[in-house]
């Protein structure tokens, strides 16, 4: 990686007796959309808030562009915030929030109007400059809020969970324009959230908090397929959990075997549903393949696929996700591929 | 949810109160105005002359005059330290904060008379200011000005109803969003900028509601220009004191007390139009 916009290196943050962040160490790449992902609790928001600078690192540095960032107070970092609540100014217009962070920069008049009005035109929010935040609906405050935060042409922009107040439907509209917004201005964002689905649609990068600490950072792909964890394996996504004993090569879970790469012991897999193959008994087991039998106990139906659960011989029972009315019968033919068999770190 | 008659029922004691201890009592003030005393004895024919009598002579415009000037200072000087005082509790202080406020609210549970008095032994001629004064060499001899004068009256009213600032206020201040704060310095406003451009704005309802208390309750004052005031801070509620007490001239201080009344309704009615405006705006 070429060398990073930002920099996190070993920040901690405890508030009395609880350890919020547990020496976080984390780069962000010049126009990266990176997010941060973790349940509450999980002391996403204050990394962000210590990145902003709303909050004191206990220890730990913060650097951006090869200067130190944490020393400096939030209204001399050039790193600027979209709240959850989006704390619009209820009292001004629309155009006077945009206006705000240009004015207490001294900008010049003449050059403030032209700035808002085209941070304006670009979340297509021209019409209600003279409005006020009350007078906007959730969707519009939304823009207003990244309106404010991009006219001062930020070198990063903190997102705290700014679409959770949006309805389902519109939130999932907010997501592609906060895409598209970041693609086209090329600002790195860091975005915060505890859902998963958008984490994946929107991310270059995601990294995995829990407990103050960073469980895994990757790319969307990279952490559906290879989760390193059994936390993040069953964080995002559904997928089956299968302790298995290992030895010389040969992992063996209930009356089923399959060759792995990894030193003796008993270790958790992961193996995502849809890796499962659904197969006719008579056909013929490919190369290398698991082939095992059993019965479906349940199925739920969710349109494009179905959800089995299927009990096995020997007592374990898979979630398997298939085309909708592959089923013909309860008795079913599964076959899986070794390389889907993930081995998981379990929590150290 | 309640029955009709219930509901009569419970607004019966309060509708009564009201009526016997504030309404009859205006309706006695009311018709007293347009009365006359004369030899002693109130005449009861209806009369404009109380009111002619308050145009015609000067004396009691000029109280009034010098009453709201007190007044004026007073909310000024209540607004200069409620409104940094609650700034300061409201944002400032992390630690401690609920003890601070106790001490704000505290000079409240103690009489007003002990507080007047309490002035009186501090500015007097052998009071603990003049004293030190004399003793430190800052003055020679006890400066007379402090007690018995406006200054001795505005700075007594000051203290006292101060805390009627700044508790509108703080409230206010309390309930201005952190977020709102904090996203000010991110857009990099200064602690001074964010004072001027969110918080004093958002928290100018209660501004206003501090000031109206301070500067009715300044002006309808008549114990601190009685003990403190001395003949030169005599205020306009002294003079209806006297008129029905020692003056005997009821219908005189009743048009004086109704010409009040109508001024605080006034003020009380457009202050609170304003603050309905400020907040209607947010």
């Known amino acids: 990686m070429p060398s990073p916009l930002l920099a996190v290196k070993r920040v901690s943050k405890r508030f009395g007796a609880t350890q919020v962040l547990d020496n976080v160490t984390l780069d962000i790449a010049e126009s990266e959309f990176l997010t941060i992902l973790g349940e509450s609790g999980s002391g996403k928001t204050t990394l962000l808030r210590i990145i902003a600078g709303f909050e004191q690192a206990m220890s730990g540095e913060i650097w951006?562009?090869?200067?130190?960032?944490?020393?400096?107070?939030?209204?001399?970092?050039?790193?600027?915030?979209v709240f959850q609540s989006y704390a619009l100014f209820p009292h001004l217009s629309v155009f006077e929030n945009v206006a705000y962070g240009l004015r207490a920069k001294k900008v010049r008049g003449g050059e403030i109007s032209e700035r808002v009005g085209a941070v304006l035109a670009q979340v297509r929010m021209t019409d209600y400059a003279q409005r006020r935040p009350a007078q906007l609906s959730g969707g519009q405050q939304q823009r207003v809020a990244l309106a404010r935060a991009l006219v001062n042409r930020p070198d990063l922009l903190l997102l705290d969970e700014p679409l959770s107040a949006l309805d389902a439907s519109?939130?999932?509209?907010?997501?592609?324009?906060?895409?598209?917004?970041?693609?086209?201005?090329?600002?790195?964002?860091?975005?915060?959230?505890?859902?998963?689905?958008?984490?994946?649609?929107?991310?270059?990068?995601?990294?995995?908090?829990?407990?103050?600490?960073?469980e895994q950072l990757d790319t969307p792909r990279t952490l559906y397929n290879q989760p390193r964890s059994c936390y993040v394996a069953s964080f995002i996504g559904k997928t089956n959990l299968l302790r298995a004993q290992v030895r010389n090569g040969i992992a063996r879970a209930g009356n089923f075997c399959w060759p792995v790469a990894i030193p003796d012991g008993e270790v958790l897999f992961s193996l995502r549903p849809e890796n499962i193959k659904l197969v006719s008994a008579a056909e013929i087991p490919r190369e290398g393949a698991i082939r095992l039998k059993g019965t479906v106990r349940r199925s739920v139906f969710s349109g494009a696929s179905e959800m089995l659960e299927v009990e096995c011989d020997g007592g374990i029972v898979l979630k398997v996700r298939v085309a909708t009315s592959a089923i013909t019968s309860p008795e079913v033919s599964l076959e899986i591929s070794p390389e889907y068999m993930i081995p998981l770190v379990e929590k150290e | 949810m309640y029955s009709r008659a219930y509901q009569r029922f419970v607004a019966l004691p309060p509708l009564a109160w009201v009526t016997l201890f504030l309404l009859v009592p205006y309706a006695f003030l009311f018709c007293y105005s347009f009365w006359q005393v004369r030899s002693g004895a109130v005449i009861h024919a209806w009369t404009l002359r109380n009111y002619g009598e308050l145009v015609r002579n000067p004396l009691y415009f000029d109280v009034l005059l010098r009453s709201a000037r007190i007044a004026a200072s007073v909310t000024l000087?209540?607004?200069?330290?409620?409104?940094?005082?609650?700034?300061?509790?409201s944002t400032r202080v992390q630690q401690h904060k609920n003890l601070l406020y106790q001490l704000v609210i505290i000079p409240l549970w103690v009489s007003y008379l002990v507080r007047a008095y309490a002035w009186k032994t501090i500015l007097g001629g052998t009071g603990v200011l003049n004293t030190l004064l004399v003793y430190c060499g800052i003055l020679h001899e006890p400066a007379g000005f402090l007690l018995y004068s406006p200054f001795a009256v505005?700075?007594?009213?000051?203290?006292?109803?101060?805390?009627?600032?700044?508790?509108?206020v703080y409230a206010s201040m309390e309930h201005i969003p952190r977020s709102l704060v904090e996203a000010a310095h991110d857009l990099g406003a200064s602690n001074v900028r964010t004072f001027w451009s969110i918080i004093f704005p958002l928290a100018l309802p209660g501004v206003i509601a501090g000031a109206t208390f301070a500067f009715v309750l300044s002006l309808g004052d008549f114990i601190a220009p009685l003990l403190i005031g001395g003949p030169n801070g005599v205020m306009i509620s002294n003079i209806v004191v006297s008129l029905f007490g020692a003056a005997y001239d009821w219908p005189l201080g009743a048009a004086i007390s109704l010409c009040m009344l109508l001024l605080v309704v006034f003020l009380i009615t457009g202050t609170e139009r304003l603050e309905r405006r400020l907040q209607g705006g947010l």
Request: aromatic residues 8%.
């Open chain 2, 154 to 168: 505005i700075l007594t009213l000051t203290h006292i109803y101060t805390p009627f600032v700044f508790l509108p």
């Open chain 2, 77 to 89: 000087l209540a607004l200069l330290l409620g409104v940094p005082l609650a700034y300061f509790l």
């Open chain 1, 64 to 81: 951006m562009r090869g200067q130190r960032l944490d020393t400096l107070p939030s209204n001399k970092r050039n790193v600027y915030t």
């Open chain 1, 170 to 214: 519109l939130r999932v509209h907010m997501q592609g324009e906060l895409h598209a917004l970041q693609r086209e201005t090329g600002i790195t964002f860091v975005f915060v959230t505890h859902d998963q689905e958008e984490a994946m649609a929107l991310s270059d990068r995601i990294a995995v908090l829990r407990g103050g600490r960073i």
